[in-house]
């Protein structure tokens, strides 16, 4: 379990790494390197040039715009789950985070490192689906934006360009009244889960939904949101709730493994999604009148 | 019985590892580092089977940093095949395949290069050109005649298939008023410890003798290792001050070892191999018994149990080492801790293309602990008695010790009855139930584990000879060494490594208590080979009962000299004198110190009785107790020990997600007297997560190709902290009689039955729905699948 022989750049700057990006077509980025790492030692990864984003200032900072909360591609995720900012914006992701990994993981793991690395069951990448973040590449000089809900196309795949350096992801921020939930399920404690769901309503001032995001992670090859707007329609009893779920969850492909069946996938990221969004709606339903 | 009351001995002391475990000083294989040494990466084959038809290394011969690389064609012809348990000569062993590859992973050829990343990246240079072969995975078509033969040579994949009928059975089974039969697979696990297999080898050609540092657990190692490369014994020096990383029985590298003694030998330059985690699991060699149980069952209607009949089929993996005997072992608790009057037992192991199969804790006990705790759990279930009832009503009592049961082995002492009674109160039983019932009213499915069984010990391995009638082995020693200095300060001297059963506390322990000394001044070491007596390594919980007595007998020896030193001085009888706290006194109120001693026995040899030899050392080799006799007519005596552990468990799991979590956890546990609490306790900790692992988590799984699926950490699933509950562990001491302090093993404790508990639970959780889980592990998908199932 050694790595091929790579070069190795630390820049300082976007625009140096892009440089550097541009100079090898076998260059790979480098963030916290929980998982690019034993690929490495595995040889499952072979690059010639990797390129080492750690030091470059802008990428660990989290701005809040008008309408979204963005997130420096090299900030850890511990850093994340800790922030104010996103604790109060982005509720479902500091849900989340909880569940990545252990503390040690998470003090070295990035927000982008795992958007990039696009594992199926990866609870910020269900997050950023869910929530339909927007990710943003820089190449060259130029900045290229995707919709997360079309990031994703593949288990370990994306429609990234190769030849780009993911910089920050945009997670829009909650209405005022809002209401989250996020579960999954592993054989252990923080394992890669066997299914995963997070929900979140933004409802109105006079407390109706407004919007209602559900999606489902770890059961396929990348999460899907699943289309539940039926509910908007609902007083989200939970009748209504279980019967949207069913029918959405329908169509998403579930993958069968060792560790479960894609019965087992579907029958639990099903049951999860259901609890999420029960959750969701109970946070808002029994937090005190504003 | 009453407990003796001791000093040291069962005293809440701190082991004396912890202080450089705890520090980071332990001094393991990696941290070997000799001058000018080269680094070893095995290459590996894809296919589960394969003729080799061309190794083509010409490539990487000329990489930089390269300096050889061997092929299993090379290795084949210079040394001596491993070694056999069974008398099977034509299936034959080496550390690299030759001619034909037997399972995915197995190593082809090894470079070795100046690091081990040059290794690495010249192993991708290595074209193998191979044919591949059909191969054979299941261990029930192993058997057939139409399957192919892992070892052509051998004419079948059978290794071993005997048939023993101990008692009446035949006539007990028409008797019996029923009987009910069910079959059940343990899973393939192993102990997996965080620290791979290593060694480290040199060879000095001016002295002729090979060096060697390893991260092993193995009966005679150096002997082995001599053998297979043509040496004599006394060139092999295995140095045993090396800390072993965790093991629990599959740190054996014998194949590692001559590997690499062959390549130092070769090439007169320090050789190292630290198998990387992909290497371990794929073929490390070490997975442990994979083993599926036909088992019939005669009883009566008042729950009495009075006959067995069992079939174990075991998969071996592609060559036979020490595995077929992991069928024997259980031999000597084949009833278990119950009054079964009469057993057969049909013992198959078969050779398959999956990886080697190694000693792992209990050596075949825990997966029989499983198929005997199901039957009760069976029983119970068709008569609707309670299963703890039934338990009861058949478990040996405490007054029919010493207790001979049907296949030849007398189970020592016990009192299972006592034991159970404890844990029943320290549970709080009758809240356990309720709670049950309770989590029951919420929705979820939850469930109680009962399981008792015994654990074997004291390292006696007559199975050998039982099972292979060409092995006469009836010896089965340890040894210890001690010396007091001029100064008067004693070492000790133990014979093999420490895999972390703290044989260094234990030992110094068993001292201080002999010869009234404080133990934390006694300085233990672990010499090499060639300056050890011989000694059979910490294998079948054996360490505490014979590393612990032969320590105590060497202290006895040492002390009787001390009042024949003092007896001369003082110029009375020694008859007549007292030994207290290592000094010697007379009735006259007259004192001979350890210091005069001291002073006498390395000073003053003119002072010294006639005849005696100056200074004060004392050495002891002990043959293992009860252990006297060869196999007659397929019954023997094997371990002179038997401790006793009971596992009551409640867990619950979601009916959709399947997930067990266990509420509560407490374990009745009976090893005679413990020698040092804090270590016992820790084994029986680590075993019980170790069986959870084995009951929910953990296999070594194959894909249809022979692929193993599991091959390293991201698949094989090992409990952490979160999925191990807080353990209650409640102590019992039976003494036996067998021993110097009445110490029992507990090496193998809590992963003995912890298995059977749980699977015994999560069976009670879906007994409702007709559900029955009948192969380790119950995966969560499993159990959801199962009920869903049911449901639709």
């Known amino acids: 379990m050694k790595p091929v022989n790579f070069d190795y750049e630390r820049p300082r700057t976007i625009d140096e790494a892009c440089e550097l990006l541009a100079s090898n077509s076998n260059a790979r980025i480098l963030a916290g390197g929980q998982s690019l790492i034993p690929m490495l030692s595995m040889r499952l990864s072979r690059p010639s040039l990797l390129i080492d984003i750690a030091h470059i200032k802008d990428l660990s900072e989290i701005v809040a715009t008008d309408t979204h909360i963005e997130i420096g591609a090299m900030v850890r995720q511990a850093v994340a789950k800790n922030a104010k900012m996103i604790q109060e914006y982005i509720p479902l992701l500091s849900k989340a985070l909880h569940h990545v990994g252990h503390p040690p993981t ?62 920050k992801v945009g997670f829009p921020k909650t209405s005022k009244i809002c209401g989250t939930g996020f579960y999954e399920v592993a054989p252990r404690r923080s394992d890669y889960a066997l299914a995963s769901a997070a929900a979140q309503i933004n409802f109105d001032s006079k407390g109706a939904a407004k919007t209602i995001r559900v999606g489902v992670g770890s059961i396929g090859d990348f999460p899907e949101r699943l289309d539940v707007d039926h509910l908007l329609n609902t007083d989200l009893n939970d009748e209504s709730i279980i019967a949207t779920v069913k029918t959405a969850i329908t169509e998403i492909e579930t993958v069968d493994d060792l560790h479960a069946s894609a019965e087992y996938r579907k029958r639990v990221a099903a049951h999860l999604a259901v609890k999420a969004l029960q959750t969701a709606r109970d946070e808002v339903r029994e937090a005190p009148a504003k | 019985m009453v407990e003796k009351k ?14 450089r475990f705890v520090a980071g000083r332990g001094n393991f294989v990696a941290d070997i580092d000799r001058p000018n040494m080269l680094h070893v990466a095995p290459l590996s084959s894809h296919y589960p089977a394969a003729i080799i038809n061309n190794i083509d290394i010409s490539e990487a011969m000329m ?29 034959q062993r080496f550390p690299l395949a030759v001619n034909r590859v037997r399972y995915a992973g197995e190593w082809v050829c090894a470079v070795v290069a100046e690091s081990r990343a040059i290794a690495e990246d010249a192993l991708e240079k290595i074209i193998i050109d191979a044919t591949p072969q059909p191969f054979v995975l299941d ?31 035949g006539e007990d089974f028409v008797n019996a008023e029923h009987n009910l039969s069910f079959s059940v697979i343990w899973g393939r696990n192993s102990t997996v410890p965080i620290e791979t297999f290593g060694v480290v080898a040199e060879w000095n050609g001016w002295d002729n003798i090979l060096d060697v540092w390893a991260s092993v657990q193995m009966p005679k190692y150096s002997d082995q290792i001599a053998r297979c490369l043509n040496l004599p014994g006394n060139a092999v020096r295995v140095h045993y001050d090396v800390d072993v990383g965790g093991s629990y029985g599959v740190k054996r590298g014998i194949k590692h070892a001559t590997l690499i003694g062959y390549i130092a030998r070769k090439l007169g330059r320090p050789i190292r191999f630290i198998e990387d985690r992909l290497e371990n699991m794929r073929a ?49 608790a084949i009833v278990g801790p119950y009054q079964i009057n009469s057993v057969s037992y049909h013992a198959i192991s078969v050779t398959s293309n999956k990886t080697v199969q190694e000693a792992v804790r209990g050596f075949g006990q825990a997966p029989t602990n499983y198929a005997i705790e199901t039957a009760m759990d069976r029983v119970a ?30 189970y020592d002492s016990g009192d299972y009855h006592a034991v159970i009674d404890k844990v029943l109160a320290a549970a709080d039983y009758k809240t356990l139930l309720v709670k049950r019932d309770h989590l029951r009213d919420e929705g979820m499915m939850a469930g109680i584990g009962i399981a008792a069984c015994l654990e074997p010990s004291g390292g006696n391995s007559s199975f050998e000879p039982l099972l292979n009638e060409a092995n006469k082995t009836s010896t089965w020693m340890e040894s210890c060494q001690i010396n007091v200095d001029g100064l008067g300060h004693l070492t000790a001297r133990i014979h093999t490594t420490s895999s972390g059963q703290g044989h260094e506390t234990l030992v110094s322990t068993v001292l201080g208590e002999v010869l009234e000394i404080d133990p934390s001044n006694i300085r233990i070491t672990r010499p090499n080979s060639l300056e050890s007596l011989p000694g059979n390594s910490p294998v079948g919980s054996r360490m505490a009962i014979m590393l612990g007595g032969a320590a105590a007998r060497s202290a006895e020896k040492l002390k009787a000299k001390l009042i024949k030193i003092a007896a001369h001085s003082l110029g009375i009888d020694a008859e007549k004198l007292t030994y207290a706290g290592g000094n010697v006194l007379a009735p006259d109120g007259r004192k001979h110190t350890w210091q005069d001693a001291v002073e006498l026995a390395h000073r003053q040899f003119h002072n010294l009785p006639e005849g005696m030899d100056p200074g004060l050392a004392a050495f002891d080799i002990m043959q293992v107790p009860t252990g006297n006799a060869l196999p007659v007519d397929g019954k023997v005596h094997m371990y002179p020990c038997y401790s006793f552990e009971f596992h009551l468990v409640l867990l619950a799991f979601d009916p959709v997600i399947g997930r067990p979590e266990i509420h509560s956890y407490t374990v009745g546990h009976d090893c005679g007297t413990v020698i040092n609490p804090a270590i016992v306790s820790g084994m029986t900790y680590g075993g019980i997560a170790h069986g959870i692992g084995a009951a929910l ?19 094989y699933l090992m409990p952490s902290s979160h999925e191990v509950p807080p353990i209650q562990i409640v102590k019992h001491c039976t003494p036996s009689p067998h021993t110097v302090f009445g110490q029992k093993g507990s090496g193998e404790s809590g992963y003995l039955g912890s ?30 699948d199962a009920i869903a199932n049911k449901s639709a």
């Open chain 2, 755 to 784: 298995p059977a508990a749980i699977s015994s639970a999560i069976n009670d959780a879906v007994s409702a729905l007709d559900i029955r889980f009948e192969k380790l592990p119950i995966r969560m998908s499993a159990i959801s």
């Open chain 1, 106 to 167: 998470r003090a070295r793991g990035t927000i982008g490192g795992s958007i990039a690395h696009a594992d199926p069951s990866a609870e910020i990448a269900l997050v950023a689906v869910t929530l339909g973040a927007e990710i943003t590449y820089r190449v060259g000089d130029d900045d290229h934006m995707f919709d997360a809900t079309e990031f994703f196309i593949g288990p370990m795949l994306t429609v990234a360009p190769p030849d780009g350096c993911l910089v």
């Open chain 2, 139 to 169: 261990a029930e078509e192993a058997l057939l005649p139409s399957s192919p033969p892992v070892h052509p040579e051998h004419g079948s994949n059978i290794l071993l298939d005997r048939k023993f009928v101990w008692g009446t059975v």
């Open chain 2, 381 to 410: 279930s068709f008569l609707k008695m309670d299963r703890l009832a039934l338990r009861q009503r058949n478990l040996i009592r405490s007054d029919q010790f010493p207790y001979l049961i049907p296949s030849g082995s007398t």
């Open chain 2, 6 to 19: 001791y000093k040291f001995i069962s005293q809440p002391r701190h082991p004396s590892e912890n202080r």
């Open chain 2, 697 to 715: 988590l953990e296999e070594f799984a194959y894909d249809p190709n022979g692929q193993l699926m599991t091959q390293s950490f991201l698949d």
């Open chain 2, 284 to 332: 490390g060699d070490a997975h442990g018994p994979e083993r599926k149980f036909n088992v019939e069952v005669a009883f009566e209607s008042d729950g009495n149990v009075r006959s067995m009949r069992m079939r174990a089929l075991d998969n071996a993996g592609a060559y036979a080492g020490r595995a077929p005997f992991q069928l024997g072992k259980p031999i000597s």
């Open chain 2, 63 to 91: 990489m930089d940093g390269v300096i050889d690389v061997i092929t299993g064609a090379e290795i084949g012809a210079a040394i001596q095949p491993l070694m056999n348990g069974l008398d099977t000569p034509k299936v």
